[in-house]
């Protein structure tokens, strides 16, 4: 039984095929077309999905989308109305697309993959649910989805149990915590869909200033964590923009300019907000408890991609234990939309021994999408005239170790492509921790990003209570926890009372790379058993250094996905100043490679030399 799983049309459009209940593939579009958040009909990801099972369209049994558009589209043309003619505007710009292709989704599926068979649609929190139960190593569990919009829903709360997820309460748009935080992602100069990860690694440079402001003005937050927003502030169902004047009046002036400098305004607003959704999460968190009495917790939705308010709920919260979908956006909706049909409509038994097998759970670390041999990679490289030097399978990690203990940055391309927003060690670039230069080097001259942007550790499962304080899996980078006290390095006096982003230089612990100004790191646990060759380089790096931790960031520069094919990967090598590159048992050192002559388009868009 083949079930193939997509999401489409609003952001992050992706494919997931899943066979006899079994995540066997799973990709976002913007990978293939290198269009970041690509939102248009996942066509290339679909195409892999069936490439790798070695599979036709034909041969699939049902096709499931993610969410139900005609319920999208009433909503749409409800809020529409209800605004007229305020939103005439807006109108006019979505309907050809609502009415070209968003409607039309039987269609479009024939047309671009050949597929007649049947087409079942789920609702947009069906899906975020089941993606977060699913795939989870719990028999049982309560179930929290939180994002901007879906159909109506903009946060669910239920349970799942077996093969089935039962949803039991609903909060409704135009009240949405995540269409909130968007709307100081626009406010602060970020853009929505893309920069909200950005405000929550701004904020602890800044002070809580407005947090009573927002609760007081702009969102009512009641006990159970159910909230209503003041929409006299809000343009979002309207107008083209999140915010409007009266929002603007209430904290002191316009949204700032794109790429234009941050001031403490900005810093203290990310601050204040994130309050407010760390406020809401738990307050949600302690209902859903209390409702459905459960031990274990589910999170999926766009917000369940704030990873300092999870580490809170797993801190301090009434669960014993958390799982986070890795694809927890509008992409993991595919996968959980084909997982629900599996389940509930073909009404497979689901145990968790079957679901997880030899990993910690069903997504099989989440790395499900394509991968290239040896040959392949080869390949490619004599056809790019590149230098290489072959090593063996042994021998790479302790190489790469000592390239890392070099405080050299490494490009690490192995094994299959992550699905989700997070590098894994698949698509990864890697720094050594123990660097007081490293974030800097890699936020100027390898991403090309703001230099506030804080990087991740990687570490071994069995050493992660010996660095950070916490003691549990997080292998999908969703989990915020703080250093522990003894690697810490203590404040003087003169540096407790800097401000904002002067913060930025001040080592705060023996991983300063790693360790954000609030002394907290967004940690990514690695086991043996999802990634073999990833933990044995951590331990190599631990064997010669001590340390069993590295900088973990994402494989890409910014306003670009991350890599996925060789070619994605040693362009990017070639555009920064990445010193080695290893594709599969290739090392590539920067120093040996001929000239690269960079597209113009490229170098005027990251002002390039």
């Not at 738990?282 to 917790?297: C, I, S």
């Not at 790019?384 to 399978?393: F, V, W």
């Not at 070619?567 to 000239?595: I, P, S, W």
């Amino acid at each position: 039984m083949r079930i193939l799983g997509l999401s489409a049309y609003y952001h992050d459009s992706a494919a997931c095929l899943v066979e006899e209940g079994c995540i066997v593939a799973a990709a976002q579009e913007e990978r293939f077309s290198r269009k970041k958040h690509d939102h248009r009909f996942p066509a290339h990801a679909l195409e892999f999905c069936l490439r790798h099972a070695g599979i036709r369209a034909s041969d699939v049994d049902l096709v499931v989308f993610y969410d139900k558009p005609l319920q999208k589209f009433e909503r749409l043309l409800e809020t529409y109305l209800d605004y007229a003619p305020a939103g005439l505007r807006s109108f006019l710009q979505a309907m050809p697309l609502w009415l070209r292709e968003k409607l039309w989704m039987r269609e479009e599926i024939a047309k671009q993959c050949g597929y007649h068979g049947k087409v079942l649609f789920t609702e947009h929190h069906e899906s975020h649910a089941a993606s977060a139960f699913f795939p989870s190593p719990f028999e049982s569990a309560a179930i929290l989805t939180i994002d901007g919009v879906g159909e109506w829903a903009t946060s669910s709360f239920g349970y799942g149990r077996g093969n089935e997820v039962h949803l039991l309460a609903e909060t409704h748009f135009p009240h949405s915590l995540g269409l909130l935080y968007s709307a100081f992602t626009y406010y602060t100069g970020f853009k929505v869909n893309s920069g909200e990860y950005k405000v929550m690694g701004l904020a602890p440079y800044g002070q809580p200033r407005y947090t009573q402001k927002i609760l007081n003005e702009l969102v009512d937050v009641r006990e159970d964590g159910s909230l209503r927003l003041n929409m006299r502030y809000f343009n979002y169902c309207q107008g083209l923009t999140m915010t409007n004047e009266a929002f603007d009046r209430l904290f002191g002036g316009p949204p700032r300019e794109a790429e234009s400098k941050l001031t403490q305004r900005e810093m203290d607003l990310a601050r204040s907000l994130q309050d407010v959704t760390e406020l809401v999460m738990m307050r949600m968190a302690g209902h859903v408890h209390k409702v459905t009495g459960e031990r274990n917790l589910c999170l999926a939705g766009g917000v369940a991609l704030n990873c300092v308010g999870n580490g809170r709920i797993l801190r301090e919260g009434p669960f014993e234990r958390l799982w986070i979908q890795p694809a927890a956006g509008d992409a993991g909706g595919a996968l959980g939309a084909a997982l629900s049909v599996w389940y509930q409509y073909c009404n497979n038994p689901r145990s968790v021994s079957a679901v997880c097998g030899e990993h910690s759970d069903g997504m099989s670390g989440s790395y499900l999408g394509p991968e290239f041999s040896n040959q392949e990679i080869l390949e490619f490289l004599d056809g790019a005239g590149a230098r290489y030097q072959e090593l063996s399978p042994r021998g790479l990690p302790d190489r790469v170790a000592a390239l890392l203990a070099d405080e050299k940055v490494v490009g690490w391309f192995q094994g299959r492509m992550e699905f989700g927003p997070r590098a894994l060690g698949a698509r990864s670039i890697l720094g050594d921790p123990r660097s007081t230069r490293m974030q800097s080097v890699m936020n100027l001259k390898i991403k090309f990003r703001e230099s506030f942007r804080p990087f991740a550790p990687s570490v071994i499962r069995e050493r992660v209570s010996d660095w950070f304080e916490m003691d549990c899996d997080s292998p999908y980078m969703l989990l915020v926890a703080p250093v522990r006290e003894d690697r810490r390095i203590p404040m003087t006096e003169e540096q407790q009372n800097l401000f904002g982003i002067d913060k930025l230089n001040v080592p705060r612990s023996t991983i300063p790379a790693v360790t954000h100004v609030d002394y907290s790191a967004r940690v990514q646990t690695v086991r043996r058993e999802e990634s073999p060759l990833y933990y044995d380089l951590l331990r190599a790096f631990e064997r010669l250094t001590g340390c069993p931790v590295v900088v973990n960031t994402s494989f890409n520069v910014r306003g670009e996905p991350i890599v996925c094919a060789p070619e994605h990967a040693y362009t990017c090598f070639m555009r920064t100043e990445m010193d080695y590159l290893v594709m599969g048992d290739f090392l590539l050192d920067k120093r040996e490679q001929g000239e690269f002559v960079e597209s113009k388009a490229w170098q005027e868009e990251f002002q390039l030399d």
